[in-house]
């Protein structure tokens, strides 16, 4: 027969070989020097960040100077300025060539007065009837020029022979 075998359950074995000790140590010593050089580069990135927005502020601010908020003084020139802006841009010679070649001529102008802001003049003439009146309203809403002419007032003469009318009309300039 054979020899009888001779299992031991109960033994003690070393836990770790010595070989398994030197790889664990490896691999810490790999984690703590992946770990620094991990933090240098995350410090090095804040530090090249840094610059970047350094740079780009100094870029932006050559590019977009800070304006010094204006004076009461300036911003009062700068009013009158472009109020005499509008004034010379009125369209005069285009206006006044409308209003006075009206084909028909019962109508007299009497005045006309602007406000540039609105872009709108304000006709005072006298018609020799309500008819002319009208006809003449009707050439002014049919200009190119003129847009919105409207009546805003009328008076018959009746004291004065022939029964004028005297009415007044606002229209709007179109700006070009």
Do not use: C
């Not at 703590?32 to 870029?59: I, K, P």
């Amino acid at each position: 027969m054979s020899e009888p075998l001779h299992i031991d359950f109960a033994r003690n074995r070393p836990r770790l070989a010595p070989a398994g000790l030197v790889v664990l140590g490896a691999a810490v010593v790999l984690l703590l020097v992946s770990g620094v050089l991990l933090w240098r580069a995350y410090d090095d990135n804040d530090r090249v960040q840094e610059r970047f927005e350094e740079a780009r502020h100094r870029l932006f601010a050559k590019t977009h100077p800070v304006r010094a908020q204006p004076t009461a003084a300036a911003m009062h020139a700068e009013k009158q300025s472009l109020a005499v802006l509008r004034e010379l841009t009125v369209p005069w010679q285009d206006l006044l060539s409308i209003l006075e070649d009206y084909p028909d001529h019962d109508v007299a102008l009497i005045g006309i007065d602007h406000n540039p802001v609105q872009s709108q003049i304000r006709i005072t003439a006298e018609a020799k009837n309500f008819d002319a009146m009208i006809a003449y309203l009707r050439y002014l809403q049919s200009s190119k020029l003129l847009r919105e002419a409207v009546l805003n007032d009328h008076e018959i003469e009746a004291n004065v022979p022939g029964t004028p009318v005297r009415f007044q009309i606002t229209a709007v300039w179109s700006r070009s």
